[in-house]
């Protein structure tokens, strides 16, 4: 998805956990509290203890459907990649028998997210549209498992 930018920079590498902390909020969260503009610089208390610098701003996602409307987002950094799913350094997975079902799963994040868990050793059942996109994102994940040695 090509998000726009409205306002101020996207997360960057230096965007770390040695770094300030850092958070994107889209439109409709800055207008809701900033009608006037000006998120860019203000603070989040997600932890009470440690508040997070808006870095920017970017435009509305309808994450739930074309037909829906956009809820406010809130997106922070990611200090690690694999295999082009971000998971958080600190998040201890132990997901080896769990069962899980991905909705969306065929593409886009959906199919990342049923990547990286079935790459964590999860039963992954998947969800999407049609038999074929199903049957197509499951040998993809399969194919990739087998690199994986599971």
Known sequence: MEVPLIAGPFFSDHDSKESEAVAIIDQKFAQRFWPNGG???????????KPMVIAGVVG???????????????YFPNTHERDG???????????????VLVTGSTAGIGFAIARSLASEGA??????RTQERVNAAMAAIRSRAAAWGR
């Open 60 to 74: 509305n996602v309808k994450q739930y459907g074309l037909d829906s409307d956009a809820k406010i987002a809130v």
């Open 85 to 99: 799913f971000l998971v958080e350094e600190t998040v201890d997975l132990k997901l080896t028998d769990k069962v």
């Open 123 to 128: 039963h992954v059942y998947l969800n999407g």
């Open 39 to 49: 998120a860019v610089g203000k603070h989040l208390w997600i932890d009470p203890k």
